[in-house]
């Protein structure tokens, strides 16, 4: 089955700086990649997402950029904001019609 | 609103009582599922349904029991079986979008034992 791995598990940066996540796949097969953004005690919330026939997407402040060759997908947050604190989880969609999650990354933004 | 609805929020279980958790979705989705959340371990798929009357076992299923009786409802039952049940449960469902079958959470169940 698909194996995901995501780095770091916790990122600080200070407000205004940029933050990126890395997460790997090992199905080759995988074509769906989404983030999802968690708040404490609450369900995750999709923020973006990408699909295995493009390499880069943007929506305004975030971005997800995708090497299908490399079986790494990258979400990057630009001027961060206290409010983007929380975990963020990616995922990869293959074949086998469930999605697979990495173990999450804490962001926290101080201000 | 449209959305999945999970209750109860809050859920305490005495040892060897079996609960049920409730997930309801008016999204018209045809796929439903149930994750399991513990620090540090991510997301782990338990069941998941792609029809009505139809269900899979994911990667932790032991211990757990679904139905999928109507396509808006997939209860979750946490049976006596499960040996470390306190964690937070998450539903979940998509459907056969034009962009791909994006997955939609609800707002979780705590889960204690007591």
């Known amino acids: 089955g698909e194996n995901v791995e995501q780095h770091p598990s916790t990122l600080s940066v200070q407000e205004g700086d940029s933050a990126v996540i890395k997460c790997t796949y090992s199905?080759?097969?995988?074509?769906?990649f989404p983030w999802y953004k968690q708040e404490l005690g609450k369900g995750p919330q999709l923020i973006i997402d990408?699909?295995?026939?493009?390499g880069e997407k943007k929506d305004q402040r975030i971005a997800v950029t995708l090497n299908k060759t490399a079986k790494h997908f990258s979400l990057h947050i630009t001027e961060t904001q206290p409010e983007d604190s929380a975990v963020y989880f990616c995922?990869?969609?293959?074949?086998?019609?469930?999605?697979?999650f990495g173990k999450g990354t804490m962001l926290l933004v101080s201000p | 609103d449209g959305g999945i609805t999970q209750s109860p929020k809050y859920l305490f279980r005495k040892e060897g009582q079996n609960v049920t958790l409730s997930c309801e979705q008016n999204?018209?989705?045809?796929?439903m599922y149930w994750y399991r959340q513990d620090p540090g371990q991510g997301l782990r798929l338990i069941y998941y349904?792609?029809?009505?009357?139809?269900?899979q076992k994911g990667d932790i299923a032991e211990g757990y029991s679904v139905s999928r009786e109507k396509k808006e409802s997939f209860p979750l039952t946490v049976t006596s079986a499960q040996k470390n049940p306190t964690a937070f449960y998450l539903c979940?469902?998509?459907?056969?979008?034009?962009?791909?079958?994006?997955?939609?959470f609800g707002e979780g169940s705590w889960l204690t034992v007591v």
């Open positions: 979940a469902s998509s459907g056969q979008e034009s962009s791909g079958n994006t997955i939609y």
């Open positions: 199905d080759s097969a995988s074509n769906y």
């Open positions: 990408i699909r295995s026939n493009v």
């Open positions: 995922a990869a969609l293959s074949g086998y019609s469930t999605l697979t």
């Open positions: 999204l018209n989705h045809d796929a």
């Open positions: 349904s792609q029809i009505v009357n139809d269900f």
